[in-house]
T-cell receptor, first 116, second 112 residues
Framework: AQKVTQAQTEISVVEKEDVTLDCVYE???????LFWYKQPPSGELVFLIR??????QNEISGRYSWNFQKSTSSFNFTITASQVVDSAVYFC?????????????FGKGTRLHILP | GAGVSQSPSNKVTEKGKDVELRCDPI?????LYWYRQSLGQGLEFLIY????????KSGLPSDRFSAERTGGSVSTLTIQRTQQEDSAVYLC??????????FGPGTRLTVL
């Protein structure tokens, strides 16, 4: 069965610190997609990244980086030199390609507080 | 057009009344989703439309909830005889394929 676990419910760090948000997933499929979404206090979910299961290359986008490791079924998200504007709830999600649809299973989210 | 839009942004209603929430997906997106997010909670899947296929209603919490999608575009989520536990933010998303969903700003529903 599909499952996404974000064990960290809430994290607080001081501005400029690095922080890593953990995501562990379960799937029986060999082809799947992994996502991260950001939900700032305004409430709207913002798409951050999509990775397919065949691409384990880590990705960096500015201060954001993602570490995809199939061996541990993890897709962790790191924010370097955090800023107050990074404060938000971050959701990890999984979609199985064999389903033939676009249904995504979301984790319960990690609430990140960046303290000034 | 631009992104996914939803209306109203806020809705306050009395217990027992019916409400309709509207979602305008991104033009050309074939898939449309409704989710519910209670205060401080994660996303609860409600219903999914894909093209002309029968919708996946597996997430609807009760028969008071229904949704339709007219012309493969705009969708309306209807909640009949609202209860206080229906209070939440209702989020709509659309996608073109390969899983990436783009979300609207949500409708905050408060049932008094």
């Amino acid at each position: 069965a599909q499952k996404v676990t974000q064990a960290q419910t809430e994290i607080s760090v001081v501005e400029k610190e690095d922080v890593t948000l953990d995501c562990v997933y379960e799937t029986r499929d060999t082809t799947y997609y992994l996502f991260w979404y950001k939900q700032p206090p305004s409430g709207e979910l913002v798409f951050l990244i999509r990775r397919n299961s065949f691409d384990e290359q880590n990705e960096i986008s500015g201060r954001y980086s993602w570490n995809f490791q199939k061996s541990t079924s993890s897709f962790n998200f790191t924010i370097t030199a955090s800023q107050v504007v990074d404060s938000a709830v971050y959701f990890c999600a999984l979609s199985e390609a064999r389903r033939g649809d676009d249904k995504i299973i979301f984790g319960k989210g990690t609430r990140l507080h960046i303290l000034p | 057009g631009a992104g996914v839009s939803q209306s109203p942004s806020n809705k306050v209603t009395e217990k027992g009344k019916d409400v309709e929430l509207r979602c305008d997906p991104i033009s050309g997106h074939t898939a449309l989703y409704w989710y519910r997010q209670s205060l401080g909670q994660g996303l609860e899947f409600l219903i999914y439309f894909q093209g002309n296929s029968a919708p996946d209603k597996s997430g609807l919490p009760s028969d008071r909830f229904s949704a339709e999608r007219t012309g493969g575009s705009v969708s309306t989520l209807t909640i009949q005889r609202t209860q206080q536990e229906d209070s939440a933010v209702y989020l709509c998303a659309s996608s073109l394929g390969q899983g990436t969903q783009y979300f609207g700003p949500g409708t905050r529903l408060t049932v008094l």
